[in-house]
């Protein structure tokens, strides 16, 4: 796994910091977390799973809070019969900066 996941996301964001553009996001998400994606305009983070039923998406979605928790950094969650849907992006910089990349790494680190 990458170094990104040995680090803790920084609180409060800086909202001086620009965030990524689209191809700096794009070749970071390759580097680091293959299996996310970008959405349409590049700004968020996205990730779809599908789960066996409605109880273990409300379990994937409790793990993913409990991370968002310990890393002071929230996704937008969706959820229901057999899936979750994850978007991560920071608010105050209106894009992405690394603290989005962290959370998705541990993210995925916690759901293999």
Known sequence: MSSLVEKKCKWPCDPTIP???A?????????EIPS??????????????EV???SAARALANKVAEISEI???????TFGWSYVDL????????GLCENDF??????????G
């Open 87 to 94: 978007s991560i992006y920071t608010h105050v910089v209106g």
């Open 19 to 21: 965030p990524y553009d």
């Open 36 to 49: 996310w994606g970008l959405n349409a305009d590049g700004k968020k983070l996205v990730k779809h799973f």
């Open 23 to 31: 191809l700096a996001a794009k070749a970071l998400l390759e580097q």
């Open 102 to 111: 962290i959370l998705a790494t541990k993210i995925d680190r916690a759901t």
């Open 71 to 77: 890393e002071g950094h929230f996704p937008d969650i």
């Open 52 to 54: 066996a039923d409605f």
